[in-house]
T-cell receptor
């Protein structure tokens, strides 16, 4: 079974600084997707960034980028120029690719609570 | 696109009572997912619908849980004879038939508290 581990329950960053959130996962499959979701307090989960395992190039979305190390099964999220609005729970998630109609649902880590200091 | 809507936002009930939650996905999204999120944990998959067909169920979905999506639009999740351990946030998500990445759009969730 696949597992996702986020070893940092809480992180803190100064506004305008850079922070990296860690995520490792375990799978025996070679094709899969990885995601980072943001969940602000009492608000809905929002997709931040996603990565296809077959792509060597790291995904980037504005201030958010990932460091995908497939051999090490590591998928960290870097937030540059942190803003107060980035404060939230961040969840790393894994999903196997669709095979034979199976949906391969998301498997989430326990999350990292990010605080941003003004 | 009004987003995924869930009702109620909060539900407080006594142990042993039945509760029902509703999820309205983004219109024309044929895929709908239910997840449960307990305190300090990430969401855990419960069940998945494609149109009106319930195609996958997690082992977490005990006999006391039932989900329906009768016309392929909104979905309901019912919990019978609630227990303390059912206290959690219940999340609904949807995605379109063309979305190969899975559930991308989540609702605000229904927070269930069992007294």
């Amino acid at each position: 079974a696949q597992t996702v581990t986020q070893s940092q329950p809480e992180m803190s960053v100064q506004e305008a600084e850079t922070v990296t959130l860690s995520c490792t996962y375990d799978t025996s499959e070679s094709d899969y997707y990885l995601f980072w979701y943001k969940q602000p307090p009492s608000r809905q989960m929002i997709l931040v960034i996603r990565q296809e395992a077959y792509k060597q190039q790291n995904a980037t979305e504005n201030r958010f980028s990932v460091n995908f190390q497939k051999a090490a099964k590591s998928f960290s999220l870097k937030i540059s120029d942190s803003q107060l609005g980035d404060a939230a729970m961040y969840f790393c998630a894994y999903r196997r690719m669709n095979y034979g109609g199976s949906q391969g649902n998301l498997i989430f880590g326990k999350g990292t609570k990010l605080s941003v200091k003004p | 696109d009004t987003g995924v809507s869930q009702n109620p936002r909060h539900k407080i009930t006594k142990r042993g009572q039945n509760v029902t939650f509703r999820c309205d996905p983004i219109s024309e999204h044929n895929r709908l997912y239910w997840y449960r999120q307990t305190l300090g944990q990430g969401p855990e998959f419960l069940t998945y619908f494609q149109n009106e067909a319930q195609l996958e169920k997690s082992r977490l979905l005990s006999d006391r849980f039932s989900a329906e999506r009768p016309k392929g639009s909104f979905s309901t999740l019912e919990i019978q004879r609630t227990e303390q351990g059912d206290s959690a946030m219940y999340l609904c998500a949807s995605s379109s038939r063309d979305d190969r990445y899975g559930p991308q759009h989540f609702g605000d969730g229904t927070r269930l508290s069992i007294l």
